[in-house]
């Protein structure tokens, strides 16, 4: 037997009687970056990633208090939500003071916005001869701040707290949620200044 298709208003009041409520701001940020993941041109998905992670870190009641809360010893990541396809995870990170990352480069797609207080970037660049990263600048972020990076070597970083007061950014990358702890950082070792 051949079911009736529904007419196509009925289709559409239907999808959006499920889909979530976007008055949600995180409800909303996952649309914005799910629009951006699938948008032409590619060229133009990091931009529109990074611009909204900076309107949502603009958002003073975002996060919960329990993406919120520090750890003693190391940043904490706390996850947000992840894609139901798997395509990105989002998390805050809670820096503490004198928190920082490793030095690192990414096996995926990432971008990040400071949300509250300052962090310190320190950007390298990459030495082919030696495989190490050579440190070229040390940049304070200010809450507002926001960017994307491809996978690879384009963009090697350490991100941290220098500040006295906990600080706080919004990331996402380009991994499903179960691979966050495992398939975003690629340490780098760091080439000695020369004298």
């Known amino acids: 037997m051949l079911q009736a298709r529904p007419a196509p ?3 559409a009041v239907r ?3 499920e889909a979530p409520a976007l008055s949600d701001p995180i ?8 629009d951006a993941c699938e948008g032409r041109p590619t060229e133009a998905m990091g931009e529109r990633v990074a611009q909204a992670l900076r309107a949502a870190a603009a958002i003073p009641d975002l996060l919960s208090a329990e ?4 750890r003693p010893g190391c940043y904490a990541r706390h996850t947000i939500a ?3 396809a798997g395509r990105f995870t ?3 990170i809670v820096w503490s003071p004198d928190q920082f990352s490793p030095p690192h480069a990414h096996d995926t797609w990432c971008a990040y916005a400071v949300a509250e207080n300052t962090l310190s970037e320190t950007l390298y660049d990459f030495d082919a ?3 190490k990263a050579i440190p070229s600048s040390v940049t304070a972020r200010e809450p507002g701040y926001a960017c994307f990076a491809p996978a690879g070597l384009e963009q090697i970083h350490r991100l941290g707290n220098a500040g006295t007061v906990p600080a706080i950014s919004i990331h996402c990358y380009g991994v499903e949620g179960s691979r966050v702890g495992t398939h975003v950082n690629r340490l780098m070792d ?4 020369e004298r």
Request: glycine letters at 4%.
């Open 67 to 70: 993406l919120r809360i520090p």
């Open 27 to 34: 409800s909303l940020l996952m649309a914005q970056i799910s």
């Open 15 to 17: 999808k959006a009687a």
């Open 129 to 131: 001869r030696s495989g």
């Open 82 to 84: 992840s894609d139901p």
């Open 190 to 193: 760091v080439a000695e200044r």
């Open 9 to 11: 208003l009925e289709s």
């Open 90 to 92: 989002l998390l805050s």
